[in-house]
């Protein structure tokens, strides 16, 4: 494997620095030659600012009203940023047991936030990204920035949400279709498991009520409604044990369910699973933010780390 690199956006709130804790103990169990926090001015919030009248707030005995003079709110709002980037250096490294072992660099970029994510992550080469589910500034869930970004980004995304816990990735859950991406995210899990000794379980859901749908609208009976159903399980399984070859010599748990597919994802991930790892269909272009509703589903509720993987990996086959 070589060398990765791993960029980290950060708005300096907990939440963030919670998200960087998680990317340096990832870091450590890797050959990571670099983590590079982001810190990203949104320059559409500075504009939104500058719509506020200050000749209005004046008349209306408002205290301070050239503080939204557009000079002002540009100079205030940039100075408030490289503070808070500062301060966010100044505390990850003077903190030992966040920083030791790990080569942290820091960076700031000014526009739009998911834009300029992804052209720091090509700049800087980078080999993943780690984010928060919340958008930068902790207002909404995945469908704002983590969702643009995840749809834009060529290399893997691990979205980490706020109640994420810490923890060394010694089970791993692999969730698949049959598609014929399928064996992406079992290669990933298996390079990830050989480094850490860690177990993968493989995870084929077989949405049941889609396949009654489906056998509903065709005129099947219920008896052949089950049937279907049955080939549906017969099938996964057979997938399961094709793509097993991947994983050799690791301990592996295949298995198959039936029913909604987020729901039966989060269950066995709430088991004992500490990393779940998944193949999404994101293609770039930024102002298109949906991804698929399984993914979104279960990276708005898992309790662990979700990491999103394309094409475009790092691992050795």
Known sequence: ?????????????????????????????????????LSVLDTGEIEEFKRIDATILKDNGYSHPELFESENIDSILN?????????????????????????????????????????????FEADMIIMGSLRLGGRFAIGSVAAQVVRASKIPVMIVGPNSKFADFKKILVPVDMSDMAELPVKVAACIARR??????????????????????????????????????????????EISDITAGLPVKKIVKTGDPVDMILKEAEKDCQLIVMYTRGKGHIGRALIGSITGGVINQARVPVLLVKEKVWVEY
């Open 1 to 37: 494997m070589d060398y990765i690199k791993i960029l980290v956006p950060s708005d300096g709130s907990e939440h963030s620095k919670h998200v960087i804790r998680h990317a340096i103990q990832f870091a450590r169990h890797f050959d990571v030659s670099e983590v590079r926090v």
């Open 79 to 123: 100075k408030h940023a490289k503070e808070t980037l500062t301060h966010l250096k100044k505390e990850i490294e003077s903190t030992p047991k966040i920083s030791e072992g790990v080569k942290i660099k820091f960076s700031m970029r000014e526009g739009e936030p998911s834009e300029e994510i992804i052209e720091e992550a090509e700049d």
């Open 196 to 241: 850490l000794e860690a177990d993968i379980k493989i995870l084929h859901v077989v949405n049941e009520s889609a396949v009654r749908y489906f056998s509903s609208i065709t005129w099947f009976d219920d008896d052949a409604k089950d049937e279907l159903v049955a080939e549906y399980v017969a099938a996964a399984e057979k997938h399961l044990e």
